[in-house]
């Protein structure tokens, strides 16, 4: 890739397009079972363990919160192919990551939807367009990126499924995406890994069976899966390679439950004393255009304890987290700063087609890009704000009305520790 094509800003003198190590034709996305469960921070990283994992999930979908998915069960692992120099080959100096907010691309449980939208629009609105076309738009975003974190909003699969709403609700919510969307997500960042956390309040809203499909479908077409469960899933990069954990957390049925502050401690210590650049993804906090600002305390939505995001964060990045990349309000929060770590609340709906309020703010959403260190430190930082227009439709938001609300709400609601985010979504916080 030229360096001219650079458009995620991160790059500076240090690494530029041109030197830096590129990967390998194939990326491998592994989960390997980590030994112990205490924190092990003051130790040297491990190296990675050729054991891998594909977890077996929870029973049953509830609208409530319950406990997270049981035991994994063992699965073999695609791995990386190093080239001749590996064991010589150096570390990366810089791994970039973008990150999206919540992801559906159609809902193939219900597609009367579509007939409304035709109406309303006065135009003809598939219920399933091409999922390679709606990505297309944000496909610049993230072109020079090594590993691509999404929400997936919604199961993903084909055929009966059962009902996941009681008759008669009015704020229940089934969502399936078709299949093809799973391809069409590894496709979005070609060159990149691609991962898509399932912790969410609708990675089983087609029942346990249609959970299952969901991870099935994006493994299949090499996205990588995390919040399944406890363990991190690890993103090899480059020819030595270097690895990436991430790990996935949520308020809801579907992965590890983020309002256990002590199990979050463990999970993300754990990972950190073995890969130092950690990623974690987290699906909790109220919704909807009341649910901007991020508090300091437990948030009630529609009678569900739907977590303290301020605790879960700080608990996260206090255990060794880089990067903790917030979804679930669907609007966009605040972006905190702490220490070498960022925090984004919140990055709203990324692309969500559908029958879904497109009204402001909840048709701005962002992608997040950030450089993280050999030693798990944020380098530097870069907002790109998007806009969907009905029924769903995301593209570059040339305004870039989202980095200024992430920027205005980043000192509102953390005055002493706001990173801010300058007109050309450029990210900078205080020196320590």
Not at 57 to 75: G, Y
Not at 233 to 259: E, H, M, N, Y
Not at 369 to 377: E, N, T, Y
Request: proline share 10%; glycine share 8%; charged share 20%.
């Amino acid at each position: 890739m030229k360096a001219e094509t650079f458009r995620s800003g991160l790059r500076g003198a240090a690494v530029s397009a041109r030197a830096r190590p590129r990967r390998p034709g194939a990326l491998a996305a592994l989960s390997l079972i980590l030994a112990g469960c205490a924190p092990a921070t003051t130790r040297e990283p491990a190296q990675p363990q050729p054991e891998t994992v594909e977890v077996a999930p929870a029973e049953a979908v509830e609208p409530e919160p319950a406990a997270p998915v049981p035991a994994p069960a063992d699965t073999p692992a695609v791995a990386a192919r190093p080239g001749p120099d590996t064991a010589a080959a150096p570390e990366l100096e810089l791994v970039h990551i973008c990150a999206g907010g919540d992801v559906m691309l159609g809902n193939n449980l219900d597609t009367l939807w579509a007939r409304a939208a035709s109406a309303r629009l006065g135009q003809a609105v598939p219920a399933f367009p091409d999922p390679d076309g709606l990505l297309a738009p944000l496909a610049p975003l993230v072109v020079d990126a090594d590993l691509v974190l999404l929400n997936i909003e919604a199961a993903i699969g084909d055929g009966p499924a059962p009902s996941k709403c009681r008759p008669g609700s009015t704020t229940c919510y089934a969502f399936r995406q078709p299949p093809a969307v799973a391809g069409a997500l590894a496709r979005l960042a070609p060159d990149a890994a691609v991962v898509g956390n399932v912790a969410n309040n609708h990675a089983m809203d087609a029942g346990i069976d249609g959970f299952r499909s969901t991870a099935q479908h994006l493994r299949a077409a090499g996205v990588a899966v995390t919040g399944v469960d406890t363990l991190p899933t690890l993103i090899a990069l480059g020819p030595r390679p270097d690895t990436i954990a991430v790990l996935g957390f949520s308020t809801f049925r579907a992965g590890p439950d983020a309002r256990d502050l002590s199990a979050v401690r463990r999970h993300v210590a754990r990972a950190f004393a073995r890969y130092r650049r950690v990623v974690v993804s987290v699906h909790m906090g109220a919704e909807g255009r009341d649910a901007q600002r991020t508090p300091r305390q437990t948030e009630i939505f529609l009678g569900e304890d739907r977590g303290n995001p301020v605790a879960f964060a700080h608990a996260a990045v206090e255990s060794g987290a880089a990067l903790v990349i917030g979804h679930g309000p669907h609007v966009l929060r605040a972006l905190e700063r702490r220490g070498d770590a960022l925090i984004f609340y919140s990055l709203g709906n990324l692309l969500t087609y559908g029958p879904f309020n497109m009204s402001e703010p909840l048709n701005r959403g962002a992608i997040a890009c950030a450089a993280i260190d050999r030693a798990g430190r944020v380098d530097r930082a870069r907002l790109h704000p998007t806009i969907q227009r009905p029924p769903g439709r995301a593209e570059p938001d040339l305004s870039r009305r989202g980095a200024e609300l992430i920027d205005s709400l980043s000192r509102l609601d953390f005055p002493e520790s706001a990173a801010r985010v300058e007109a050309d979504g450029t990210v900078r916080w205080r020196s320590p």
